[in-house]
């Protein structure tokens, strides 16, 4: 089993940058896949990108390839999501998530954390 928390939102203008830390409790950390969500007001969590358990592969929704980058660090059990050039659609609450092969659906992840608002002003 694991806990996730989520860090690192915030309020940031459009063009800026926020990175977002997920720290993760217990010892399976670098066994499980990671992913990251993201849900705004009246819409359904969709996926933003994940990472393998080695981190040596990311996948990323169409959406923010270029701009967000996802890397984790097993040794300090800690996932993270590098977001550049924001822009007021990304405004949401950012969900990381534990479970699965690293894949996009929302199904295949055990493990959630509680959340982070990212809000980006125009």
């Known amino acids: 089993q694991v806990q996730l928390v989520e860090s690192g939102g915030g309020l940031v203008q459009a063009g800026g940058s926020l990175r977002l830390s997920c720290a993760a409790s217990?010892?399976?950390?670098?066994?499980?896949?990671m992913g990251w969500f993201r849900q705004a007001p009246g819409k359904e969590r969709e996926f933003v990108g994940s990472i393998t358990w080695n981190g040596k592969m990311t996948y990323y929704a169409e959406f923010v390839k270029g701009r967000f980058t996802i890397s984790r660090d097993n040794a300090k059990n800690t996932l993270y999501l590098q977001m550049n050039n924001l822009k007021s659609e990304d405004t949401a609450a950012y969900y990381c998530a534990a479970g699965g092969i690293g894949g996009s659906s929302r199904r295949e992840y055990n493990y959630w954390g509680q959340g982070t608002q990212v809000t980006v002003s125009s």
């Open positions: 217990g010892r399976t950390f670098s066994t499980y896949a």
